[in-house]
């Protein structure tokens, strides 16, 4: 089995590029990139010990991407190879005791899961906003929570403050705090994370536009990385 250390490397990599492929014209070699991505997935499965509920939908999205193109089961593939490589990154970090570190990870988490709401509920301006530096993080989050109350999104107000949490955990670390203080703010920062990624996904539901993974899956591949605190 692969350690985190040689995924970690290829995971960057293979995000990136798909990342830049599905919203920025990459012109690199598309069936190199999708085999790479299918041994990704394999690896962080194993990994993890997911019993394939992470290789198995993968393995899904990546076939409706080869049959029908990148549109819609490419931004779902993103989605769930980023949250789950960012989500077991971070609690490597803490193993680690790289507190710092795990927080860079719950950064690119929670910017991603808040953005594929945003792109889904039909408020992508507050993403735009935010990312033009026009309204700060803590705006963004209220402003999105109070567009999700408006649609009849029950309790947003309590998913945006532990999804906002999570964010600021480098904000929040203390130096000179004893390292156990910081190994359990950093482990409750990672907790909060797991939940608001998998919560994202039912207030999409709710929206009637969830990811094109089944929920039970992807909710086992959380919990396995929560279990990892």
């Not at 993968?58 to 029908?68: N, T």
């Not at 570190?101 to 929670?110: P, Q, R, S, T, V």
């Not at 999105?144 to 947003?156: I, P, Q, S, T």
Request: aromatic share 8%; glycine share 10%.
């Amino acid at each position: 089995m692969a350690s985190f250390a040689v995924l970690d490397k290829r995971l960057r990599r293979d995000q990136k590029a798909l990342h830049d492929w599905l919203w920025r014209g990459w012109k690199g070699d598309e069936a190199k990139l999708l085999a790479d991505l299918t041994r990704d997935a394999r690896d962080l499965d194993a990994f993890l010990g997911a019993g394939g509920k992470l290789r198995r939908p993968v393995e899904a999205l990546l076939a409706a991407v080869r049959a029908k193109g990148k549109a819609g089961a490419g931004e779902t593939l993103f989605e769930l190879l980023s949250h789950a490589y960012d989500l077991t990154a971070a609690t490597e970090h803490v193993r680690k005791g790289d507190f710092a570190g795990a927080g860079d990870h719950l950064e690119n988490e929670i910017r991603s899961v808040t953005i594929g709401v945003c792109a889904n509920a039909g408020c992508f301006h507050l993403v735009q906003a935010w990312e033009g530096g026009r309204i700060d993080f803590e705006t963004y989050m209220g402003k999105l929570a109070d567009f999700l109350e408006a649609k009849g999104v029950a309790r947003a107000g309590e998913w945006k403050r532990i999804a906002t949490a999570a964010y600021r955990l480098k904000a929040s670390l203390d130096s000179r705090a004893p390292e156990p203080e910081r190994a359990l703010l950093a482990g409750a920062a990672i907790a909060g994370a797991c939940w608001a990624t998998l919560a994202s996904v039912s207030i999409r539901r709710r929206l009637g536009s969830p990811p094109r993974v089944p929920y039970a899956d992807f909710a086992a591949v959380v919990r396995k990385i929560s279990d990892r605190l």
